[in-house]
């Protein structure tokens, strides 16, 4: 029997948004090879309809490896097509179709959380748009019980946008029927370009006052640490490595004081030209870190 690789590291569990090349077991290697004890996949090719299946020897070397590594817990991100506020019926109902297999496929892999976007208006009135997502989050979700749990992310508030402020995540999650819902994921990024200003304590203290109303003191779930490179309130969602862009390090500083943000997984989305980049933001996060304790 293998030795148990499990590793001790500080208590903010950090990671990265991470290749699946070569199958969703290397992203573990990849993650265990940064130092990483959290992660987040996509389950498949984000930007594609078609599905393959994850073989079953695959499923079981990711289970397998996991077991051994300290890389808790995962996340696996919807793909980029899904709207589940369309008007269009096609769109619709292949959306709510693959947010299904989004869910088998974290089912398959004991993955924990699934991080959704729910989609976009479409020139439709926006309350009319979150009450359809609602709708057919509770339709894709259905009666299965599932032990994966689906988390809503903030948008950046790009036209279309239903999703760009807290209350507009609380309404689609208060509309939906399933249980299945087990929070948010806030994305630092598009949160400033929404209107948030964490560069300011103020704006941090905003955010998060607004996360406790709406989903109490468990609700958030995950934090999408990322720099944003367009000025605050653009409503473009464009990620930037940590320091280096518009929130830059000192609003990252005020996040990372905060307990609220400090005990919940820490996942960047941050460019990746190579891993030297993901190597930079994280000694970059742990830097700050040490700082403020
Ligand atoms: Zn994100
Ligand atoms: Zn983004």
């Known amino acids: 029997m293998k030795k148990p690789r499990v590793k001790k590291g500080p208590d903010v ?3 990265f948004h991470t290749s ?14 940064l130092g990483c004890r959290t992660m987040q996949i996509f389950t498949h090719s984000p930007r594609q309809w078609a599905r393959t299946a994850i073989s079953e020897e695959e499923i079981k ?4 490896l996991r077991s051994e590594l300290d890389i808790t817990p995962v996340f696996s991100h919807t793909s980029y097509l899904i709207n589940l506020a369309s008007r269009s019926d096609d769109l619709l109902s292949r959306s709510i179709d693959f947010l299904s297999y989004e869910m088998d496929n974290a089912e398959k892999l004991g993955i924990e959380y699934v991080v ?10 926006e309350k ?32 279309g946008d239903i999703t760009s402020s807290v209350a507009a995540l609380a309404e689609i999650a208060e509309q939906c029927t399933s249980d299945g819902i087990g929070g ?9 370009a929404a209107g948030y200003d964490l560069r300011k304590k103020g704006g941090v203290e905003q955010l998060l006052e607004e996360v406790n109303a709406h989903f109490g003191d468990e609700g958030l779930r995950l934090v999408h640490l990322n720099d944003c490179k367009r000025p605050y309130g653009s409503g473009v969602d464009r990620h930037e490595h940590i320091g280096k862009g518009t929130i830059g ?4 500083r005020n996040l990372l004081s905060d307990q609220r943000i400090r005990k919940v997984p820490l996942v960047m989305e941050t460019p ?3 891993d030297e980049d993901d190597r930079m933001n994280l000694k970059k996060v742990k830097g700050i870190l040490a700082s403020i304790r």
């Open 13 to 15: 569990r950090i990671g």
């Open 20 to 33: 699946i090349a070569g199958g969703v077991s290397k992203a573990l290697e990849r993650a265990d090879e």
């Open 61 to 64: 070397r990711f289970r397998d």
């Open 116 to 125: 959704l976007h729910t989609g976009s208006a479409s020139g439709d009135d």
């Open 128 to 159: 009319k748009a979150r009450k359809r997502a609602a709708r057919a989050i509770s339709k894709a979700l259905g009666k299965r019980k599932y032990r994966a749990r689906l988390l809503l992310e903030n948008t950046a508030g790009q036209k």
């Open 184 to 192: 948010i994921c806030i994305d630092t990024c598009h949160a400033f």
């Open 249 to 252: 390090s000192r609003g990252f």
């Open 272 to 274: 990746k030209a190579t």
